[in-house]
C-alpha cells in the first residue's frame, strides 16, 4: 500500500514553485454564503475541536527535506477567525480577496476558517482557504463535508472519492501506452498564449459566475458529461477572446487545457496533499454552431472517462522524481507552453454552519504564475458557480467569465441543459449582475 505519509511529487512540486507578488499566492478554497443567524465565533471554534479527530489529514504539515506529512500539535481554534465587514456593497467581496491572500501561519497546518459578518444587512459568509500543496479540491470537499454536513458522511460517500476507480485492473499492456502518450503529450508547445506583447505578470483578476446547474446538463443518451459542457464552454469563451484580442498565431479552433483529474478513493479521504493527475486535454473550439461543438468536444476528453488510464497516469506521476516533477511544472509557466487550469467538482451533501444554512458555494481559486487563467467550477445543489482567476497583464482576458456564461447559455439554447430565463453572473461577494 502506497505510504500516505509521503507527499507526492505533484505536492512538493506545487510547495516549491516560485511566488513573486501578493496575487501569485498556492492557496484555493470557497466561500459559504450563510443564511440564518451565523455562528459565535466561540461557538465554531467548539464546533472544530468536536470534529477535528475525523480529519486527521487536518494536523500535518510538510517536512521539505524529507518529504513527508508528519503530525503537529496545533491548536484548533487557532485556525478559526472572524472579521467584521465594513459598510459598502464591496465590502464581502473586497474582505473574500483580502482573505485569500493572507499569508498563513509557518510550521502549523496551512488552512483557516474566517468568519465575515455583516450584521447590519445580514450578509454573513464563511471563507475556508488552504495551500494548495496541502489539498486539492477532492479534499476539500470532504473536509467541508466532514465539518458541516447535517449528518454523518461515511468516507465511500463522500464526495472526494473518485468511484469510478474502486477496482479497476491496471494490467492490460494498451493502458500503460495511452496513460504514457498522454503524459508525453503534456511537452507539446502551445503557441496561443505566445503573442507580440503579451508578458505575464503576477497580478491577478477574480470573478465568479453562477449559473443553473441544469445549465450543465448534457444531451440525454449521447455519452457525454457535464464536464464535456463545461470544457466546451470554456473553450468557446478562450476562441472568442482570442479573435477580439489576436492572441497567439495557434489555430484558434482547439484550445489545450490542463485537468486535474480526481483518483482519491475512500481510503484516502483525508490523506493530505493532492490525489490528482494533471491530465493535458485538447478541446475543440470549432467555430461551428453551438448544437455541434459537444458533439466534437466528447472524443477529446476520452481519458477523462478512462479510469484505467486515470490510474495509470497517476502511478507513472507518483514514480516521478520529485525534481523533475517541479520542473515539469514550471515549464507549464512559460508562454511557449502556457496551458489554463480548469477543474469541476461536485459537492453531493447539503451544508450548514451552527444551524446557518449553506445557500450557495463560491469557488476561490489560485493561479500560479505563468499560467494564464485558471478555472474553478463547483455545483451544489441546483446552482453551479464558476471561479476565474485571469492573468491581469493578458489584454482582456477578464473578460472569460462573461464569455463563458454567453457560451454556456448558447450551449443551452441549442439543446444541451435548460436554460431558464435571465442571467445569473454574480460576482464573490453574491450580487447578480
Same mark, same amino acid.
Given at each position: ?189 502551445? $503557441?496561443? %498564449?505566445? @503573442?507580440?506583447?503579451?508578458?505575464? +505578470?503576477?497580478? #491577478? !483578476?477574480?470573478?465568479?459566475?453562477? &449559473? /443553473? =446547474? ?24 478562450? $476562441?472568442? %477572446?482570442? @479573435?477580439?484580442?489576436?492572441?497567439? +498565431?495557434?489555430? #484558434? !479552433?482547439?484550445?489545450?487545457?490542463? &485537468? /486535474? =483529474? ?28 453551438? @448544437? ?142
Amino acid at each position: 500500500m502506497r505510504d500516505r505519509k509521503r507527499a507526492t511529487p505533484l505536492d512538493r512540486a506545487i510547495q516549491a514553485y516560485p511566488v513573486h507578488g501578493a496575487d501569485a499566492h498556492k492557496h484555493f478554497g470557497c466561500v459559504l454564503h450563510l443564511r440564518g443567524t451565523p455562528p459565535d465565533l466561540h461557538d465554531l471554534r467548539r464546533h472544530l475541536e468536536t470534529r477535528i479527530s475525523l480529519l486527521p489529514g487536518l494536523r500535518n504539515v510538510m517536512d521539505a527535506r524529507s518529504g513527508n506529512w508528519r503530525t503537529v500539535n496545533s491548536d484548533p481554534a487557532a485556525h478559526v477567525e472572524e472579521r467584521a465587514l465594513p459598510p459598502g456593497d464591496d465590502a464581502l467581496r473586497g474582505a473574500v480577496r483580502e482573505v485569500l491572500g493572507a499569508p498563513l501561519a509557518e510550521g502549523a497546518p496551512p488552512w483557516m476558517l474566517t468568519l465575515l459578518r455583516d450584521d447590519r444587512s445580514g450578509r454573513n459568509a464563511l471563507v475556508y482557504r488552504v495551500h494548495h500543496a496541502f489539498q486539492d479540491g477532492a479534499g476539500m470537499l470532504h473536509t467541508l463535508e466532514t465539518l458541516f454536513a447535517p449528518a454523518p458522511v461515511a468516507p465511500h460517500e463522500s464526495s472526494a472519492v473518485y468511484r469510478k476507480g474502486e477496482g479497476v485492473r491496471l494490467s492490460r499492456p494498451g493502458d500503460w501506452f495511452r496513460a504514457g502518450a498522454l503524459m508525453l503529450g503534456s511537452l507539446r508547445p502551445s $503557441r496561443v %498564449w505566445k @503573442a507580440p506583447g503579451h508578458r505575464f +505578470s503576477s497580478s #491577478r !483578476d477574480l470573478e465568479c459566475v453562477a &449559473v /443553473p =446547474a441544469a445549465w450543465l446538463r448534457p444531451p440525454a443518451g449521447d455519452g457525454s458529461s457535464r464536464n464535456d459542457v463545461f470544457l466546451a464552454a470554456t473553450a468557446r469563451a478562450v $476562441r472568442d %477572446w482570442a @479573435a477580439e484580442f489576436d492572441a497567439g +498565431s495557434a489555430p #484558434r !479552433d482547439e484550445v489545450r487545457m490542463l &485537468v /486535474p =483529474a480526481n483518483v482519491r478513493t475512500s481510503r484516502q479521504v483525508s490523506v493530505p496533499g493532492n490525489r490528482v493527475v494533471l491530465l493535458p486535454v485538447p478541446v475543440p473550439a470549432p467555430p461551428a454552431a453551438p @448544437a455541434e461543438h459537444l458533439a466534437q468536444v466528447r472524443p477529446s476528453t476520452w481519458a477523462l472517462r478512462n479510469p484505467a488510464t486515470r490510474l495509470v497516469a497517476d502511478r507513472l506521476g507518483r514514480s516521478t522524481p520529485h525534481r523533475l516533477a517541479a520542473l515539469h511544472l514550471r515549464s507549464f509557466g512559460t508562454p511557449s507552453r502556457a496551458l489554463p487550469i480548469v477543474s469541476h467538482l461536485t459537492l453531493r451533501h447539503p451544508l450548514t454552519v451552527l444551524g446557518a444554512e449553506v445557500v450557495r458555494l463560491d469557488p476561490l481559486m489560485c493561479l500560479p504564475e505563468g499560467f494564464p487563467f485558471a478555472a474553478l467550477i463547483i455545483t451544489h445543489g441546483e446552482t453551479s458557480v464558476v471561479c476565474f482567476v485571469t492573468d491581469s497583464s493578458l489584454p482582456g482576458l477578464s473578460t472569460l467569465s462573461r464569455r463563458w456564461h454567453d457560451a454556456l447559455k448558447d450551449l443551452g439554447a441549442a439543446g444541451h441543459g435548460t436554460v431558464p430565463d435571465g442571467p445569473r453572473a454574480v460576482s464573490a461577494d453574491g450580487h447578480r449582475e
